[in-house]
């Protein structure tokens, strides 16, 4: 069963940037189409970006232009370069295949804070 480890979150402050990790176990990475997904406080998970196998990439409406998805799969691991953060973008960040399977990781704290 593939699991995922997310790190890089921590408390920005407006305006500022992060870069998110997601090491994926298992020999499928390169093979499925990965992404970072959300929960912001009170709301349910959402999808924040995609990525396929073979590089292409979509994102929601919210992100305009402000995060780069990536992915390298010789590591097994995905990336979130997240730039122009504002509060609203607070909240746990996770890492999935798409559609997402049962198998969620801790997640990622990211916090948006003067």
């Known amino acids: 069963q593939v699991q995922f480890v997310e790190s890089g979150g921590g408390l920005v402050q407006p305006g500022g940037s992060l870069r998110l990790s997601c090491v994926a176990s298992?020999?499928?990475?390169?093979?499925?189409?990965m992404g970072w997904f959300r929960r912001r406080p009170g709301e349910q998970r959402e999808l924040v970006m995609a990525?396929?196998?073979?590089?292409?990439?979509n994102s929601a409406g919210f992100v305009k232009d402000r995060f780069t998805i990536s992915r390298d799969n010789a590591k097994n691991t995905m990336y979130l370069q997240m730039n122009s953060l504002t509060p609203d973008d607070t909240g746990v960040y996770y890492c999935?295949?798409?559609?997402?399977?049962?198998?969620w990781g801790q997640g990622t704290q990211v916090t948006v804070s003067s």
């Open positions: 298992g020999s499928i990475f390169s093979s499925y189409d």
């Open positions: 990525i396929g196998s073979s590089g292409g990439t």
């Open positions: 999935n295949l798409v559609p997402a399977t049962a198998a």
